[in-house]
């Protein structure tokens, strides 16, 4: 991105103007406004009405890069020469030591504000004088949830192809997935390859959010602790839009004809760093159904297969924890993708959480973001004093959450997993995913 073209943006320019100016990195904003493909040395938010509200030039900002005059790493000294009507700015009671604040009227009428640190100009934000912006919807907290339900693993044993027993109604980590066909099974859309099986879920009814007559989740993800090369023609194929016609590379035809096939219920999802996951809704009838062992496409495109498909757990994940609870339990010797014609998995047992104050509460971070649903965030002096996070199931359904960092944007009809639920890489972290957007959200450790 050029950045030095949004030296050129000011206050109350258009969407279409701003828009224009990042080029083919434009994203459109959230409904707050904030603009999230502005590269780091940049801050923007559009006001209510979609025009620029404020635009700020951080200290990264290339130093040629002239706003009104100014520079990022001019003196205070030679901004006041620029400026002379410069005054300082009330001093913020988080301020840090070594910093001050000036600030100015423009010619255009625009209030401008510059954050100076040890004399020298480190930023420069120019914004309306009386901004309108729109704030973020929250989502409403919902009194018909009434239950929240610790998951937790029990040690390694076989998985049925068929007719598997009780101790797997609650779904299972690793192993197969139910109820899919090879053809429906998710491709990876950068290697080609297939995705793993991470879990799949028996839900309650209360977070049956898609409907009641689908109980059940299957999560799938692009593997983690395995990095296989990117194809370019696969990601091509895979980054446009489906064709109602088959392709000329007869290589890309079996994806094509994968595609066709594609699951009615499948959601696919992905993370800040570009790896993909794809969730999909079972009825009881797909839970209850065989499993299904993964596709091999016949593909010039495609050399070897993933380590998942061909190794064994102890092989395919670097540490114990990510498939089983401790060695005596694991069966070594069963591969991962079932080629030796045993699946192994470990079953989830899901139990009632009892007194959480939280269930059918959005959990948010901050006071202000919970002052009409009443959550209480874990480590708040409230919530330190009601010991929420007191909870250590590696998943969970719904109630209160403990995210590694940031709070996600969702609902209370979610699910919180730690990495060892279906051997995750979340760099000692854990994820959330929305079971209403069928968004994924994750932080690390």
């Not at 050129?8 to 083919?24: D, K, N, Q």
């Not at 009227?105 to 901004?131: A, C, M």
């Not at 991962?336 to 009632?352: E, H």
Request: with cysteine.
């Amino acid at each position: 991105m050029n950045v030095l073209k949004l030296a050129r943006l000011r206050p109350l320019m258009s969407l279409e103007t701003v828009a224009s100016a990042f080029g083919e990195h434009w994203v459109p904003p959230g409904e707050d406004g904030h603009l999230t493909c502005t590269p780091d040395s940049v801050s923007a938010r559009l006001d209510a009405e979609g025009r620029l509200g404020y635009i700020t030039f951080l200290r990264t900002f290339p130093g040629h890069g002239v706003i009104d005059g100014l520079h990022i790493g001019m003196t205070l000294a030679d901004a006041r020469n620029v400026r002379p009507t410069l005054q300082p700015a009330d001093r913020d009671d988080d301020e840090l030591e070594g910093w001050s604040r000036h600030s100015d009227i423009t010619d255009d009428g625009f209030r401008l504000k510059l954050g100076v640190h040890e004399e020298v100009v480190r930023s420069i934000e120019l914004s309306q004088p009386l901004p309108v912006y729109r704030d973020r919807q929250l989502p409403a907290a919902v009194p018909s949830l009434t239950h929240a339900f610790d998951l937790t693993l029990e040690p390694q044993r076989e998985l049925a192809m068929r007719a598997r027993g009780p101790e797997w109604a609650g779904g299972w980590a690793l192993g197969l997935p139910p109820g899919i066909t090879p053809q429906q099974w998710p491709l990876s859309p950068v290697s080609g390859h297939p995705m793993r099986h991470a879990f799949t879920l028996h839900l309650p009814p209360e977070y049956r959010t898609q409907g009641q007559h689908l109980a059940c989740l299957s999560l799938f993800v692009d593997d983690q602790f395995e990095e296989l090369e990117a194809n370019e023609e696969v990601t091509s194929f895979f980054d446009a839009a489906l064709s109602p016609e088959a392709p000329a590379d007869e290589a890309l035809l079996p994806f094509w004809q994968h595609l066709q096939a594609r699951h009615p219920r499948q959601h696919d999802m992905e993370d800040i760093l570009g790896t993909r996951y794809t969730a999909i809704w079972l009825t009881q009838k797909e839970f209850d159904a065989p499993l299904c062992l993964p596709p091999m496409l016949p593909s010039a495109h495609l050399t070897g297969a993933p380590g998942w498909m061909t190794q064994s757990y102890a092989e395919c994940f670097p540490d114990v924890w990510a498939y089983t609870c401790d060695e005596q339990t694991s069966q070594h010797g069963a591969e991962v993708g079932c080629v030796s014609g045993i699946s192994i998995a470990r079953p989830i047992r899901s139990s009632l959480r009892e007194n959480d104050p939280n269930v059918g509460k959005p959990a948010r971070e901050w006071e202000h973001e919970c002052t009409l649903s009443g959550y209480v965030p874990a480590y708040s002096d409230k919530g330190v004093a009601l010991d929420l996070g007191r909870w250590r199931a590696p998943a969970h359904l719904g109630g209160t959450m403990i995210p590694n960092q940031g709070y996600p944007d969702f609902g209370p009809h979610y699910l919180e997993f730690e990495e060892y639920f279906g051997g995750f890489n979340f760099g000692g972290g854990n994820a959330q995913m929305d079971l209403e957007k069928m968004e994924l959200d994750w932080a690390c450790g």
